[in-house]
């Protein structure tokens, strides 16, 4: 298994501009998560999925972000319009519903707005 | 809600067994134990949990105290490769981990 994927992983965008970030999970895992790392607030979990379902957006920042979950092998993460302060590294994970031995994280992508 | 404390940072000779504590006072029974790293630069990765007992696994062991308030990842072995930041989570395994500001390893040679 390739691991989870992620795309791209760099992403430069300016002000204002609708950015997409997409995310391939791991065949047959079931939970998909989406976090945030800055150096300021570190690692945030901005939103999860279970079977294509988001179970808790409360982390994502406000209603410039999405995502979408259409189905179990893609999610995307939109930022509409970006802002200089969304840049960030953006994580994509995902696991098993009966998951112990913890997550797969992605590469991340790297995104900075200008 | 910080539910874990490590040491922001730590040094490590290499070769040397590299210890990192965690403080979790406030688990609750049925909290495990996890531990994850991340090197620069990449995602987050898993190394091991534990729920009460002491586990052992290809990468590191983990010591849980037995009233279960504090562990200890252990690095039996440090390599230069080992630098990275070390995250202490607990959590009930279908919760999504959070992590806190982890603890800098650096193995210096």
């Known amino acids: 298994d390739a691991g989870v994927i992620q795309s791209p992983r760099h992403e430069v965008t300016e002000m204002g501009q609708e950015v997409t970030l997409r995310c391939k999970p791991i065949?047959?895992?079931?939970?998909l998560f989406w976090y945030r790392q800055t150096m300021m607030r570190g690692l945030e979990l901005l939103i999860y999925?279970?079977?294509?379902?988001?179970?808790?957006d409360s982390g994502m920042p406000e209603d410039r972000f999405s995502a979408k979950m259409p189905n179990a092998s893609f999610s995307t993460l939109k930022i509409q319009p970006s802002e200089p302060r969304d840049s960030a590294v953006y994580f994509c994970?995902?696991?098993?519903?009966?998951?112990?031995?913890?997550?797969?994280f992605g590469s991340g992508t790297r995104l900075t707005v200008v | 809600d910080a539910k874990t404390t490590q040491p922001t940072s730590m040094d490590c000779a290499e070769g040397r067994a590299a210890n990192l504590p965690c403080n979790h006072s406030t688990i609750s029974g049925n909290e495990y134990v996890y531990w994850y790293r991340q090197i620069h630069s990449q995602g987050p990765q898993y190394i091991i949990h534990?729920?009460?007992n002491n586990e052992t696994n290809e990468m590191a062991s983990l010591i849980i105290t037995e009233d279960r308030k504090s562990s200890t990842l252990i690095l039996p072995h440090a390599t230069l490769r080992d630098t990275a930041v070390y995250y202490c989570i607990v959590r009930v395994a279908e919760s999504p981990p959070s992590f806190g500001k982890g603890t800098l390893l650096t193995v210096n040679p």
């Open positions: 994970a995902s696991s098993l519903v009966s998951e112990i031995y913890g997550y797969t």
């Open positions: 999925f279970n079977n294509n379902v988001p179970i808790d």
């Open positions: 534990g729920l009460k």
């Open positions: 065949s047959g895992h079931d939970y």
